[in-house]
């Protein structure tokens, strides 16, 4: 038997993601945004749940070609634009748009031969000083654009540094306000933050919304909103089983470096899945967990291999029971533990979870939210043995 972790997809989670950051952004286009293989999902996999989407955002022009040979025929737009001359030809042939945000890709385009004008994205600089042009430099970039005969629109965008907490993005808005409003074109503003908190602004909403995190289940602006209170759901769960069960005295230790000492008798269990696995290893003792669906923590160091976690709450658990890291508990529980909160206990964010999850894992595409593991040698808790729906992807 492989060892028991794996990793679940669940492509209609996406797809219903989507439909709230589209009930948000009213009449708004929708870019999903599919960086980093769908922020460690991978394109193929969720791939159905991508397609309520008007169109799709990356870095990647390998990404951009996969989705391109997986049939989109609509919009693909690449962030970051391009990285050196030649990328440009695959825009051409692809009918790639692309972002500028800086003169040499200005410079790039004016010696680029194509007979397919290029649709881009001119990129401002509002303040975060990560991309774009400012103040008067995007005006002049905006006039060499103009009349480049390789291009054909020019669309404004800019990237808000705060929409998830209390400085907000008034002063991005304003400043952005200020070096475009009487420039043509479709304009693009709002990440998932903004897309959930400030979309009641017509201008922030503009043309095109980007929606990133919140289309993978996770929220935003965590933990002053959980993924419930944006009505999100998980799009991958981490699960496993126990491998091993231990109970210890008072005084006995876990783990490398003895972080935990049990005060008084209690079970611990092993769960198969450590750093190697894409779990954080920062995670400390009091890490949210679920096993059998019933919520515990972990206790001390988290292995490359295997962590521990307080069998306490759940006197029931044997080896074999099913754990889950994050996202949807076992079928029929109803429970869902937020990639949110593993996240912040060890100090990072859904995304870097998300995004580290490690080759090593197997993964399954399911449909509808959860899915019991198929095979459940757990004897006491027979009701955990379900039948999994069929994958919709091998
Ligand atoms: C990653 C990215 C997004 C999506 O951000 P989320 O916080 O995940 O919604 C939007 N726009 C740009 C330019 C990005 O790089």
Excluded at 31 to 43: C, E, R
Excluded at 336 to 361: F, K, N, P, S, W
Aim: with cysteine; glycine share 10%; proline share 7%.
């Amino acid at each position: 038997m492989p060892r028991p972790i794996e990793a679940l997809l669940h492509p209609d989670a996406l797809a219903g993601n989507l439909r709230v950051a589209r009930h948000h952004a009213g009449d708004s286009r929708l870019w999903v945004v599919i960086k980093a293989n769908a922020y460690g999902h991978g394109i193929e996999r969720v791939w159905p749940g991508l397609l309520g989407a008007d169109g799709m955002a990356m870095l990647d022009l390998d990404e951009a070609q996969r989705v391109r040979n997986l049939g989109w025929r609509g919009p693909v737009l690449l962030l970051e634009g391009c990285f050196e001359p030649r990328d440009l030809e695959l825009c051409s042939r692809l009918n790639l748009w692309h972002v500028v945000h800086h003169e040499a890709q200005i410079d790039w385009l004016a010696a680029h031969k194509t007979h397919q004008p290029h649709r881009v994205f001119l990129k401002m600089n509002s303040g975060m000083h990560r991309l774009g042009f400012t103040g008067h430099h995007l005006r002049s970039a905006w006039a060499r654009l103009n009349v480049l005969p390789q291009v054909d629109e020019i669309s404004l965008m800019t990237h808000f540094s705060d929409a998830d907490g209390p400085r907000g993005i008034a002063e991005q808005v304003a400043a952005f306000h200020a070096a475009t409003h009487d420039l043509p074109g479709e304009r693009s503003l709002s990440n998932s933050a903004a897309i959930l908190r400030h979309a009641g602004d017509a201008e922030v909403r503009a043309d095109w919304v980007r929606s990133g995190i919140l289309s993978y289940g996770s929220a935003p602006d965590f933990p002053e909103h959980d993924s419930a209170h944006w009505g999100l759901s998980p799009t991958m769960t981490l699960r496993s089983r126990l491998i091993s069960t231990q109970a210890l005295q008072p005084g006995d230790t876990v783990g490398y470096g003895s972080r935990f000492r049990a005060e008084q008798p209690m079970r611990v269990g092993v769960v198969a899945c450590g750093y190697a696995d894409g779990y954080p290893r920062h995670a400390p003792t009091g890490t949210p967990v679920l096993v059998d669906g019933v919520r515990t923590t972990t206790v001390g160091r988290v292995s490359m291999d295997m962590l521990a976690v307080d069998l306490t709450p759940v006197p029931l658990a044997e080896v074999g029971s099913e754990v889950t890291l994050w996202g949807h508990g076992p079928q029929g529980s109803g429970s869902v533990l937020a990639i949110d909160e593993v996240a912040q206990a060890a100090g990072t964010i859904g995304y870097e979870l998300m995004c580290a999850l490690a080759q090593r894992v197997p993964t399954r595409v399911v449909e509808g939210p959860g899915c019991t593991m198929a095979v459940s040698p757990h004897p006491l808790q027979p009701q955990h043995v379900q039948p999994c729906h069929p994958p919709a992807h091998a």
